[in-house]
Protein backbone atom coordinates (compact mmCIF):
# COMPACT_ATOMS: atom_id res chain seq x y z
CA UNK A 1 0.00 0.00 0.00
CA UNK A 2 1.12 3.30 -1.04
CA UNK A 3 1.26 5.96 1.73
CA UNK A 4 0.11 9.64 2.09
CA UNK A 5 3.99 10.42 2.40
CA UNK A 6 4.90 8.77 -0.74
CA UNK A 7 2.23 10.41 -2.72
CA UNK A 8 3.21 14.23 -1.29
CA UNK A 9 7.07 13.61 -1.75
CA UNK A 10 6.12 12.77 -5.34
CA UNK A 11 3.54 15.47 -6.07
CA UNK A 12 6.66 17.81 -4.70
CA UNK A 13 9.07 17.09 -6.88
CA UNK A 14 6.57 17.70 -9.49
CA UNK A 15 6.02 21.32 -8.72
CA UNK A 16 10.48 21.10 -8.20
CA UNK A 17 9.65 22.73 -4.47
CA UNK A 18 12.11 20.26 -2.88
CA UNK A 19 15.26 20.45 -0.99
CA UNK A 20 17.76 21.12 -3.75
CA UNK A 21 20.62 20.11 -1.30
CA UNK A 22 19.59 16.90 -0.32
CA UNK A 23 16.05 16.32 -2.38
CA UNK A 24 14.04 16.59 0.87
CA UNK A 25 10.24 17.44 0.55
CA UNK A 26 9.50 18.50 4.25
CA UNK A 27 10.62 22.56 4.27
CA UNK A 28 9.75 25.82 5.42
CA UNK A 29 7.93 26.37 1.55
CA UNK A 30 5.90 22.75 1.92
CA UNK A 31 4.96 23.41 5.52
CA UNK A 32 1.59 24.56 4.26
CA UNK A 33 1.27 22.16 1.81
CA UNK A 34 1.73 19.37 3.81
CA UNK A 35 -1.22 20.80 6.41
CA UNK A 36 -3.53 20.99 3.01
CA UNK A 37 -2.53 17.35 1.64
CA UNK A 38 -5.15 14.64 3.81
CA UNK A 39 -8.01 17.10 3.06
CA UNK A 40 -6.98 17.29 -0.60
CA UNK A 41 -6.52 13.20 -0.66
CA UNK A 42 -10.08 12.96 0.85
CA UNK A 43 -12.23 14.83 -2.01
CA UNK A 44 -10.69 12.89 -4.29
CA UNK A 45 -10.20 9.54 -2.70
CA UNK A 46 -14.10 8.73 -3.24
CA UNK A 47 -14.67 9.56 -6.71
CA UNK A 48 -11.60 7.44 -7.56
CA UNK A 49 -12.35 4.57 -5.83
CA UNK A 50 -14.65 2.66 -8.45
CA UNK A 51 -11.57 2.43 -10.65
CA UNK A 52 -9.17 1.02 -8.19
CA UNK A 53 -8.26 -2.41 -7.97
CA UNK A 54 -9.74 -2.54 -4.34
CA UNK A 55 -13.29 -2.38 -5.52
CA UNK A 56 -15.67 -4.66 -4.50
CA UNK A 57 -18.58 -3.69 -7.07
CA UNK A 58 -20.54 -7.01 -5.59
CA UNK A 59 -21.03 -5.21 -2.05
CA UNK A 60 -24.73 -3.95 -1.20
CA UNK A 61 -25.51 -0.14 -2.13
CA UNK A 62 -23.27 2.39 -2.73
CA UNK A 63 -19.16 0.91 -1.75
CA UNK A 64 -18.03 3.20 0.64
CA UNK A 65 -14.18 4.51 0.13
CA UNK A 66 -11.69 4.27 3.24
CA UNK A 67 -10.88 8.18 3.80
CA UNK A 68 -7.85 8.72 5.52
CA UNK A 69 -8.35 10.26 9.06
CA UNK A 70 -7.51 13.50 10.43
CA UNK A 71 -6.46 14.29 13.93
CA UNK A 72 -4.52 17.40 13.93
CA UNK A 73 -3.90 19.29 11.09
CA UNK A 74 -0.73 20.88 12.34
CA UNK A 75 0.79 17.32 12.64
CA UNK A 76 -0.94 15.38 9.92
CA UNK A 77 -0.02 11.42 9.79
CA UNK A 78 1.31 10.60 6.64
CA UNK A 79 2.19 7.47 7.44
CA UNK A 80 -1.49 6.02 6.70
CA UNK A 81 -2.06 3.88 3.50
CA UNK A 82 -4.25 5.09 0.87
CA UNK A 83 -7.30 2.84 0.39
CA UNK A 84 -6.65 2.55 -3.61
CA UNK A 85 -4.41 0.76 -5.55
CA UNK A 86 -0.78 1.53 -5.91
CA UNK A 87 -1.44 2.47 -10.01
CA UNK A 88 -3.68 5.19 -8.73
CA UNK A 89 -1.81 5.97 -6.33
CA UNK A 90 1.26 6.63 -7.54
CA UNK A 91 0.59 7.01 -11.42
CA UNK A 92 -2.10 9.65 -11.01
CA UNK A 93 -3.11 11.01 -6.87
CA UNK A 94 0.35 13.24 -7.18
CA UNK A 95 -0.73 15.26 -10.18
CA UNK A 96 -4.18 16.08 -8.80
CA UNK A 97 -2.55 16.89 -5.67
CA UNK A 98 0.11 19.05 -6.89
CA UNK A 99 -2.53 20.61 -9.18
CA UNK A 100 -4.82 21.65 -5.82
CA UNK A 101 -1.50 23.08 -4.03
CA UNK A 102 -0.82 24.89 -6.32
CA UNK A 103 -4.06 26.64 -7.70
CA UNK A 104 -4.16 29.63 -5.50
CA UNK A 105 -0.86 30.47 -6.39
CA UNK A 106 0.25 29.19 -10.18
CA UNK A 107 -2.98 29.06 -12.20
CA UNK A 108 -0.82 27.92 -15.57
CA UNK A 109 1.12 25.39 -13.78
CA UNK A 110 -2.11 24.19 -11.78
CA UNK A 111 -4.01 23.74 -14.99
CA UNK A 112 -0.92 21.79 -16.53
CA UNK A 113 -1.02 19.32 -13.40
CA UNK A 114 -4.83 18.75 -13.35
CA UNK A 115 -4.72 18.44 -17.11
CA UNK A 116 -2.02 15.53 -16.81
CA UNK A 117 -4.31 14.44 -13.94
CA UNK A 118 -7.23 13.67 -16.12
CA UNK A 119 -4.93 12.00 -19.15
CA UNK A 120 -3.17 9.79 -16.47
CA UNK A 121 -7.22 8.88 -15.09
CA UNK A 122 -8.84 8.34 -18.94
CA UNK A 123 -5.63 6.13 -19.29
CA UNK A 124 -5.65 4.23 -16.64
CA UNK A 125 -9.93 4.22 -16.78
CA UNK A 126 -9.42 3.27 -20.02
CA UNK A 127 -7.77 -0.06 -19.48
CA UNK A 128 -10.01 -1.61 -16.90
CA UNK A 129 -10.46 -5.40 -17.89
CA UNK A 130 -13.90 -5.95 -19.27
CA UNK A 131 -16.35 -8.58 -19.96
CA UNK A 132 -18.73 -9.07 -22.69
CA UNK A 133 -22.35 -10.23 -21.86
CA UNK A 134 -25.35 -11.21 -23.91
CA UNK A 135 -28.00 -8.33 -24.65
CA UNK A 136 -31.38 -10.10 -23.56
CA UNK A 137 -34.11 -9.15 -26.71
CA UNK A 138 -37.24 -9.67 -24.53
CA UNK A 139 -39.52 -8.78 -27.78
CA UNK A 140 -37.44 -10.77 -29.96
CA UNK A 141 -35.56 -9.71 -33.03
CA UNK A 142 -36.65 -7.91 -35.75
Same mark, same amino acid.
Given at each position: ?46 ? !?????? &????? =? /? ?5 ? @?? +? ?38 ? !?????? &????? =? /? ?5 ? @?? +? ?12
Amino acid at each position: MVTVQQIFDTAIHLMDEQNESNGGTETVDTAEYKYRTISILNSVIPA !LYPYSG &NYDPG =A /FGRPAAQ @IL +AVTDYRNPDFTQAVALDDTLCLAVLPYYLAAQLLSAENEV !LSAWFM &NRYRE =A /FNDLRNR @IP +ADFERIPTPYGTF
